[in-house]
Structures are given as C-alpha cells and as structure tokens.
T-cell receptor
C-alpha cells in the first residue's frame, strides 16, 4: 500500500541533544513537507521540498534542519538550538500544484 | 498574506444532531483552492475535500456537505446526523505561494456524545 511512514511514533530525548525524525513516502510524490503541531495552534510549516536536493524554509525553520537526498525520504533534525522542541511533528507529501497533501501518522517528540 | 480563521475551538453535540464547522479565509489571490482535513485521535490528517474558487456550488458527500461563499470568504462544513466516529479535529486550509505552502486554520475539535 502506498503511503507515508514516520518513525518512531513516540520519541523522548534529553535537553541539548539533537534528534532526527524519519519520513518516508512511496507515493512517488515530488513535494514533501514538515509541520509542527502544538495544542490550539494548528499546523505550522517548518520546511518543505519541491524536488530532490532542494528545500525551503517554512514559517518556523529556526532550530531545525532537513535534507532531501532521495525522492522518498525527507528527514527532519531537531537541533539543540530549538528552544521548545516538545511537539507533534507531521510529515506530508504531494504531487504538487493544486492537489491535497497526504500525511503520515506523526511523531510525538518529548524533550525532558 | 494568507489567513484562515476557525473561530470555533471546540464543539460538542449529541449523536444524530447536525453540526456546522465554520471557516473564514483571507487571500489576495484571484484563483485559489480550499481544503478540509480531519484529524482523528490517532493523529494522522485525512483529506476530505478540495474546492476551487471558480466553483461555488455546494458539495455533498454522504453525510458531509460544504458551503462555499466567495462573497463572505467562507467555506463551511456541515455534518448531518453526526456519529461518534466523527469526533475529531477538523482543519480548513488555504494553499499559497505556488500552492506548495498551505496555511491551516487552528482547527475545530468536534466531540460527538453518544
């Protein structure tokens, strides 16, 4: 079945540690996205990529980094520079243009 | 700047009641699309509908219907005869910036009580 995989579902890290969240899609989509969701704030765009080896900052990119070496993969690193990293992170993909985005199941990151 | 407002933070209804979720948007684009997504407790967003600005006809899909009115910049979502499985957070969304960036509303949490 085609879809988006995010792992792990729950992630715990100590403050000051970098952590990488995985996102893989087998939908053959060109575009991929990372969102952060906090209670009462909806979804906020962190980074997006329209094509391999290219990505752009979203609205809240500070403290995060990404790579897009393969079409299927778009990992997100939450660095120690991110002041409040505890949140629910959602990865999405789309074929671009006027179409909907497909979402993964999300990773809930808790920094202790 | 793009903006999506979902003024209803939480709504509770008794099963079988009808419920309408409001969405008001702002955009300077003359051509645009609007989306609705459902986020059940599991967390994954599920696409419900896409509507373009050229088509103001109401859309009906089973118990779901959507009312799009450009004159009031609204794209409201009605669930008829609500069911417990409809309990979720619902998001209205507006693409922009070449349609690769999407502005989401803050969501409306719907609780359907049996």
């Amino acid at each position: 079945d085609g879809g988006i995989t995010q792992s792990p579902k729950y992630l715990f890290r100590k403050e000051g540690q970098n952590v990488t969240l995985s996102c893989e899609q087998n939908l053959n989509h060109d575009a991929m996205y990372w969102y952060r969701q906090d209670p009462g704030q909806g979804l906020r765009l962190i980074y997006y990529s329209q094509i391999v080896n290219d990505f752009q900052k979203g609205d809240i990119a500070e403290g995060y980094s990404v790579s897009r070496e393969k079409k299927e993969s778009f990992p997100l690193t939450v660095t120690s520079a991110q002041k409040n990293p505890t949140a629910f992170y959602l990865c999405a993909s789309s074929s671009g243009g006027f179409v909907e985005q497909f979402f993964g199941p999300g990773t809930r990151l808790t920094v202790l | 700047a793009q903006k999506v407002t979902q003024a209803q933070t939480e709504i509770s209804v008794v099963e079988k009641e009808d419920v309408t979720l409001d969405c008001v948007y702002e955009t300077r684009d003359t051509t645009y699309y609007l989306f609705w997504y459902k986020q059940p407790p599991s967390g994954e967003l599920v696409f419900l509908i896409r509507r373009n600005s050229f088509d103001e006809q109401n859309e009906i899909s089973g118990r779901y219907s959507w009312n799009f009115q450009k004159s009031t910049s609204s794209f409201n979502f009605t669930i008829t005869a609500s069911q417990v499985v409809d309990s979720a957070v619902y998001f209205c969304a507006l693409p922009s910036g070449g349609y690769q960036k999407v502005t989401f509303g803050t969501g409306t949490k719907l609780q359907v009580i049996p």
